[in-house]
């Protein structure tokens, strides 16, 4: 992935913004706090690229940071961007950081079978050096061939250096039966049930003889 790189300028505390310009701080360790103002169309554009999840090299005065954009403040009538909080990383230090899960491919379960995909999680909290970074983690849903195959936590592909912070083995995704095939299994299992129990009724009445 290109390295994305944002303009924000230094502001003096209650400084008046300029048209299409949106406040946003920057902090972090061994970084003095700042008050900055960026262009607010072309945060969006590098906000679409990074998310939460990928670094954003903030250019301030010729001088660039590495950062990960760690809050935002969204107006929630005209939907859109009114702040920005920016963490500058050190990058031989390990970040956690939640990554959105990609998921890819279609299942033959639910191509050739009819079945149907149960999705539990959409993002994954993982720790990694800032480098190591990545804006999504692929989950090949091609994997899930029959019905109840499942890919869990330990099944997904983790760049190098990556670790999962969860220490249990959830499930993410899981492919199940179509509907109608599970009433089936379910007619079935009552039949089943019903005939062991006349069974059982025949052998007590015989065991009265």
Known sequence: MSEIKLEAQLRKKGEKLKKDYI???????????QILAIKLIEFE????????????TLV??????????????????????????????????KVVVS???????????????GGFL???KESVTVECLPGRLVPAIEVDQAKLVEFK?????EDLDLAEGMKLV?????VVIIAKAP??????????????????????????KDDKK
């Open 23 to 33: 406040p946003a701080v920057l902090y972090g360790p061994n970084i003095e706090n």
């Open 45 to 56: 554009k590098a906000y679409r690229s990074a998310g939460y999840s990928s670094l954003v």
């Open 60 to 93: 301030i005065d010729g001088k660039e940071t590495k950062t990960l954009i760690k809050d935002l403040q969204v107006d929630p009538v005209r939907d859109h961007v009114m702040h920005v909080d920016f963490y500058g990383v050190d990058m031989d230090k």
């Open 99 to 113: 990554i959105p899960l990609k998921f890819i491919d279609e299942s033959p379960a639910v191509r050739e079978k």
């Open 118 to 120: 149960v999705r539990s």
């Open 149 to 153: 195959d499942a890919i869990k936590l």
């Open 166 to 170: 969860s220490k249990t083995n959830d």
């Open 179 to 204: 509907r109608k095939a599970l009433k089936g299994e379910e007619k079935k299992e009552e039949k089943k049930s019903g005939a062991v129990s006349e069974k059982k009724k025949e052998e007590k």
